[in-house]
């Protein structure tokens, strides 16, 4: 949850310190922007990783998983992400 400061100023004001605090994620809905996957690639073994971007621009990592380098593991890790 991202937390912003609104200063509210009103015309013909010069400065107003009236600072109030709102919480962003109230005033647009969250959506995803942007998925990745990311895979290191190693001689035995795949570790994969699932992230997201929203429309706030932050970042998440939400799943990761190991799987073995072969063609079993490759099938296993389709699967895993079609889910």
Request: proline fraction near 0%; charge should be positive; aromatic fraction near 8%.
């Amino acid at each position: 949850m991202q937390l912003h400061y609104i200063q509210n100023i009103q015309l013909g004001d010069k400065t107003m310190r009236d600072f109030h605090l709102i919480n962003s994620t109230k005033l647009f809905k969250m959506e995803i922007v942007k998925q990745v996957l990311g895979v290191d690639v190693a001689q035995k073994e795949l570790v994969v990783s699932l992230g997201r971007i929203f429309n706030d621009l932050s970042k998440e990592v939400y799943a990761h998983k190991v799987f073995s380098n072969k063609a079993s593991g490759i099938m296993a890790l389709l699967k895993w992400v079609k889910k």
